[in-house]
């Protein structure tokens, strides 16, 4: 099932320095996950940080209605502090990764830095055999 909403709840940039700010490195991070019958609420933290010279954070929050089993499937992974399940966390990191970059080219041209370009869907899975990556 999909996400049903989702809200930003706070921005923060600083650039500390002059320089070519090049391209940023970035992180997705999960602050909080809750569960309740088969409502899954997701806070989250996107960073963007461009070396020495600049860093930017959307942090927000996403809604998503699932079936009962994979509600109970994703409760039962934050109990056991173990992965979630694959079919979630795609989807999950997906719009996060959405939501954080987005939005993050808004503050990014506020203090003149690349902006956080959205990279490719990613795929959570094994990789074919004989493939590089």
Same mark, same amino acid.
């Given at each position: 099932?999909?996400?049903?909403?989702?809200?930003?709840?706070?921005?923060?940039?600083?650039?500390?320095?002059?320089?070519?700010?090049?391209?940023?490195?970035?992180?997705?991070?999960?602050?909080?996950?809750?569960?309740?019958?088969?409502?899954?609420?997701?806070?989250?933290?996107?960073?963007?940080?461009?070396?020495?010279?600049?860093?930017?954070?959307?942090?927000?929050?996403?809604?998503?209605?699932?079936?009962?089993?994979?509600?109970?499937?994703?409760?039962?992974?934050?109990?056991?502090?173990?992965?979630?399940?694959?079919?979630?966390?795609?989807?999950?990191?997906?719009?996060?990764?959405? @939501?954080?970059?987005?939005?993050?080219?808004?503050? @990014?041209?506020?203090?003149?830095?690349?902006?956080?370009?959205?990279?490719?869907?990613?795929?959570?899975?094994?990789?074919?055999?004989?493939?590089?990556?």
């Amino acid at each position: 099932m999909p996400f049903v909403g989702g809200r930003i709840t706070a921005v923060s940039a600083k650039r500390m320095k002059d320089g070519d700010p090049g391209m940023p490195e970035i992180k997705l991070g999960i602050k909080e996950l809750d569960v309740d019958k088969t409502k899954i609420t997701v806070k989250y933290e996107y960073h963007a940080k461009y070396g020495d010279i600049a860093e930017l954070t959307v942090e927000g929050e996403l809604l998503a209605e699932e079936t009962k089993d994979l509600a109970k499937a994703i409760a039962d992974s934050k109990k056991n502090k173990s992965k979630l399940p694959e079919e979630f966390a795609e989807r999950l990191l997906n719009n996060i990764n959405y @939501a954080g970059s987005v939005n993050g080219v808004f503050i @990014a041209r506020v203090l003149n830095l690349t902006p956080p370009m959205m990279p490719p869907r990613m795929k959570i899975g094994k990789q074919p055999e004989g493939k590089v990556s």
